[in-house]
């Protein structure tokens, strides 16, 4: 019998490793970063964001004929005129255009992004990205300071989205919008989303806010200083500077940069709050209330014990959950409702505090006072679906077995270490896969 069960369990982790070509993505309407590039003089990198991990699944050949691609072109045009596209902006748009295998080639590669948050921050808020960002403040100090009286969002927080997107402009990408919007559309792993993002595209040109020659970004679609999608763009692009259009490809950032402040004011962000301050924890804190689910005032998490890093008070601003990026041997964070703003952006935690960081640097306030577990190597993608699926065989429901390590799985191993008498911080380490197996 013992031979049957070991055959049956083989047979099934290679069903599941087999499974990871056809896995979800972390969030379906988020959109992809640009590449990090090597630029000797600009940032470190050109756009740091941890991007949600894309399927690994080739649903077609990478290098494929055109055929196809104009085959599908063709029934896109019907919907497209449908969707009230006018047949001569589709002519302008769509004559000529090719299958870029670039795009193809650079999703599928998304897949094996993995990088601690200790080594994220360090390009996300290296000292050129910060002094760079000063510069930036010094240039645009004027347009800045309308940008925040006219929104309620502060100059810096702009000015870091501005600066982990695109370097400051250094890199808004070269890649054609529609091209790229309509191979990834055609490719079919997210092809919804991406035709959603096509016909937006397509209504930004009939609108005359650009022509599609013009229109460029990222090679997934993101345009602009502040990489906007073509629905982000409709939803949310300003023209602040007056001229009658909202023009996010410019030289000039103003209409980019006034757009992510809308883009940030329009879901709610507070002015003067906070999106996080670094807190050290007491001797005995209970870990289990190191949750999203749990919210308190500041005064109320001092009656706990937490106190700022800098040992001072901290104001109640608001409620705020305790949140720890890597686990117990990391920095602790009091995030306040800000934080839940800059994720409507990109709902990385990485990116999130990456934004929060550099604007407070750019503030003024220094590093991290806490230390990161530098040592411990982080989960691959796979083991990370590994931990999810142990945790849930374990009677430890992630509700998804994805890669992505978010609040469901976060509870999920909180409440597997409370049931073992482990220190239920919630962080999913290499020794702790190694207990499961």
Same mark, same amino acid.
């Given at each position: 019998?013992?031979?049957?069960?070991?055959?049956?369990? &083989?047979?099934?982790? /290679?069903? #599941?490793?087999?499974?990871?070509?056809?896995?979800?993505?972390?969030?379906?309407?988020?959109?992809?970063? +640009?590449?990090?590039?090597?630029?000797?003089?600009?940032?470190?990198?050109?756009?740091?964001?941890?991007?949600?991990?894309?399927?690994?699944?080739?649903?077609?050949?990478?290098?494929? %004929?055109?055929?196809?691609?104009?085959? @599908?072109?063709?029934?896109?045009?019907?919907? =497209?005129?449908?969707?009230? #596209?006018?047949?001569?902006?589709?002519?302008?748009?769509?004559?000529?255009?090719?299958?870029?295998?670039?795009? #193809?080639?650079?999703?599928?590669?998304?897949?094996?992004?993995?990088?601690?948050?200790?080594?994220? +921050?360090?390009?996300?808020?290296?000292?050129?990205? #910060?002094?760079?960002?000063?510069?930036?403040?010094?240039?645009?100090?004027?347009?800045?300071?309308?940008?925040?009286?006219?929104?309620?969002?502060?100059?810096?927080?702009?000015?870091?989205?501005?600066?982990?997107?695109?370097?400051? %402009?250094?890199?808004?990408?070269?890649?054609?919008?529609?091209?790229?919007?309509?191979? !990834?559309?055609?490719?079919?792993?997210?092809?919804?989303?991406?035709?959603?993002?096509?016909?937006?595209?397509?209504?930004?040109?009939?609108?005359?806010?650009?022509?599609?020659?013009?229109?460029?970004?990222?090679?997934?679609? &993101?345009?602009?200083?502040?990489?906007?999608?073509?629905?982000?763009? $409709?939803?949310? &692009?300003?023209?602040?500077?007056?001229?009658?259009?909202?023009?996010? @490809?410019?030289?000039?950032?103003?209409? /980019?940069?006034?757009?992510?402040?809308?883009?940030?004011?329009?879901?709610? @962000?507070?002015?003067?709050?906070?999106?996080?301050?670094?807190?050290?924890?007491?001797?005995?804190?209970?870990?289990?209330?190191?949750?999203?689910?749990?919210?308190?005032?500041?005064?109320?998490?001092?009656?706990?014990?937490?106190?700022?890093?800098?040992? %001072?008070?901290?104001?109640?601003?608001?409620?705020?959950?305790? +949140?720890?990026?890597?686990?117990?041997?990391?920095? =602790? !964070?009091?995030?306040?409702?800000?934080?839940?703003?800059?994720?409507?952006?990109?709902?990385?935690? /990485?990116?999130?505090?990456?934004?929060?960081?550099?604007?407070?640097? $750019? &503030?003024?306030?220094?590093?991290?006072?806490?230390? @990161?577990?530098?040592?411990?190597?982080?989960?691959?993608?796979?083991?990370?679906?590994?931990?999810? +699926?142990? !945790?849930?065989?374990?009677?430890?429901?992630?509700?998804?077995?994805?890669?992505?390590?978010?609040?469901?799985?976060?509870?999920?191993?909180?409440?597997?270490?409370?049931?073992?008498?482990? !220190?239920?911080?919630?962080?999913?380490?290499?020794?702790?896969?190694?207990?499961?197996?």
């Amino acid at each position: 019998m013992k031979y049957v069960c070991g055959f049956v369990a &083989a047979a099934f982790w /290679a069903s #599941i490793l087999q499974a990871e070509t056809s896995n979800t993505t972390k969030r379906p309407q988020i959109r992809p970063a +640009l590449d990090s590039i090597q630029l000797a003089s600009a940032d470190l990198t050109v756009s740091i964001r941890p991007v949600p991990r894309p399927t690994t699944g080739m649903h077609r050949v990478v290098v494929e %004929g055109n055929t196809s691609f104009e085959t @599908w072109l063709n029934a896109f045009r019907h919907r =497209a005129v449908a969707a009230g #596209i006018r047949p001569q902006v589709l002519d302008r748009s769509l004559s000529g255009l090719t299958y870029d295998t670039d795009a #193809i080639k650079r999703d599928r590669s998304q897949a094996e992004f993995s990088k601690p948050i200790w080594e994220y +921050l360090d390009s996300a808020v290296s000292d050129l990205r #910060i002094a760079n960002g000063r510069k930036a403040l010094v240039r645009y100090n004027d347009t800045l300071d309308r940008i925040e009286a006219r929104y309620g969002v502060e100059k810096e927080v702009v000015v870091a989205v501005w600066g982990l997107e695109t370097s400051y %402009g250094t890199y808004r990408g070269s890649s054609q919008t529609i091209r790229s919007l309509a191979t !990834l559309a055609h490719d079919g792993r997210r092809a919804q989303f991406f035709e959603t993002q096509l016909l937006a595209a397509l209504q930004i040109v009939q609108a005359g806010d650009i022509t599609s020659d013009r229109m460029t970004g990222s090679w997934a679609g &993101a345009m602009g200083h502040t990489q906007f999608m073509p629905t982000s763009y $409709l939803e949310h &692009a300003v023209d602040f500077d007056g001229d009658g259009r909202r023009d996010i @490809w410019s030289d000039d950032p103003t209409d /980019a940069l006034a757009s992510a402040a809308a883009y940030l004011a329009k879901f709610g @962000w507070t002015k003067g709050q906070p999106w996080a301050v670094e807190v050290r924890l007491p001797k005995g804190f209970d870990y289990a209330s190191a949750s999203r689910d749990v919210s308190l005032l500041p005064s109320e998490w001092a009656a706990r014990g937490v106190r700022a890093a800098n040992g %001072g008070g901290i104001a109640d601003f608001g409620l705020a959950s305790i +949140l720890l990026p890597a686990g117990s041997g990391g920095v =602790a !964070l009091m995030i306040f409702d800000n934080f839940s703003v800059i994720e409507r952006y990109n709902g990385a935690d /990485a990116y999130v505090i990456g934004i929060g960081h550099l604007s407070d640097r $750019l &503030a003024g306030q220094g590093p991290f006072r806490a230390s @990161w577990p530098r040592g411990e190597r982080v989960l691959s993608f796979a083991e990370r679906k590994e931990l999810q +699926l142990r !945790l849930t065989l374990a009677g430890f429901d992630t509700q998804a077995i994805d890669g992505r390590i978010g609040p469901n799985t976060i509870n999920a191993l909180r409440a597997y270490q409370m049931a073992r008498g482990l !220190l239920p911080d919630g962080y999913a380490t290499v020794q702790l896969l190694e207990r499961m197996r």
